[in-house]
């Protein structure tokens, strides 16, 4: 009888899994690919141990667990046998589930869309000169921070522990409100505010509650790639609209959209900052079309002269403005903490989709942060990077600006993380970001941020999380693919 196991069970003694779980596993194997067919008396559990060399509670748990999911049995008078329920039919078709093709994973029309944009890799690299869109991590207040996140854990309520406040937690969306009121114009109450978990969640958010498929959105050209991949997500047309020296132009000839997608503070990529007049047109082309506009109001915290200029959404009286922010430039991308701001009408409706989809930032977080900022750290660590970026942007633009007898067409916006250099004429982007790359220095090709066919070739390079040194040493290399 205890033959049945030669070939079926070898327990190895040194590996990792437990003898139990070994024992369990190639008895479980052999009856789903026949070697153990269904009527097989199993040897008492005494007899097993001895034969294996294993202790009986061993055993004993393999013998239980299998009988508890149903692979053994326990026939009066007979032991225990493999149960009689599993036909050959059974576990022939596990066998053939087991030895090979895999199906073809093939994925939905929306995955397709989300996954077809590619950004960064994801590989948890660490951000190098001059990897746009990075803050000086290392400047994030991380004592204070761990001072507040422990504190606000150890004083969770039940509410906040268990699945309560959804939106955000009130005392977050207070602090933010005051916040965002003071810092941004933002004209709004807390209940407005939805926290998201960045604010590519919220643009992915706006875009599945706001856009059906095969509805236009126009986008900027060139523009930001979370936020083309968020409206493609939702099935949206993408139209390209393009960017001037004031920002997106609403004035050409485009199809109707059911919404605009602007990055008025900084424009992303070219960092241009929208004027009044222009906002004030925007809006009414908005108002012409019945579009809504969302506002990624991602940096504008970071304003090298003067104070920054007040939102889109203060101006914008009929809450046809939905405004997205986040706390990964002005913190950390990696807190993944994120907002938008909408009409009271959508709050229910957004809300309930947060829950459905469960992209909701946890309590302890939200709550450090309301504490964060009411204790005015946010407003000191603004005021710290802002001296210390606009130092770091001089540093690359000076620097640029030596290369190439002044060539390169720098463009130095007021503020922000990150700024273009051109390329000499006839130079390819691509080219020029594979040269760099090989010397170890990351920058991005501008034409990659545009959907259409007229791309303008350049740099963009990101200084806010570089130190001077490395970026001189990064305008080296720089030099290094630059005709002499
Ligand atoms: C225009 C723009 N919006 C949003 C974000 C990202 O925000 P989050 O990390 O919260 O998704 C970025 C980051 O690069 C950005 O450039």
Redesign the pocket.
Known sequence: MLDVFSGVVDLERAAPVSLYRQLYEQLRGAILDGRLPAGTRVPSSRAMAAQLGVARNTVLAAVEQLSAEGFLEARRGSGTLVSGQLSAGLTRAARKRSSGKRPAYSLSATGKRLASVIRTSDGGETPKPFMP?IPDTGAFPATIWARLLRRETQRLQPEALAYGWTAGHPRLREVLCAHLREMRGIQAGPEQIIVTS???AALDLLARALVDAGEKVWIEEPG?L?ARAAFLGAGAELVPVRVDAHGLNPNGKHPRPRAIYV?PSHQ?PTGRLMPLARRLELLDVAERHGAYVIE?D?DSEFQFQGRPVASLQGLDPEGRVLYVG?F??ILQ?GLRV?YTVVPSALVDPLTRMQRNTGQIVPAAIQLALAAFIEEGHLRAHVRRMCTLYEQRQRVLAEGLSGLLDGQLGVEKPAGGMQLIAGLPEGWSDVEAVKALAARGVLARAVSGFYLGTAKRQGLLLGFAGYPSGAIEAGLKEIGGILPS
């Open positions: 869109g960045t604010a590519q930001y979370g990055t992303y990624d991602y986040t990964s430039k991308p994120g």
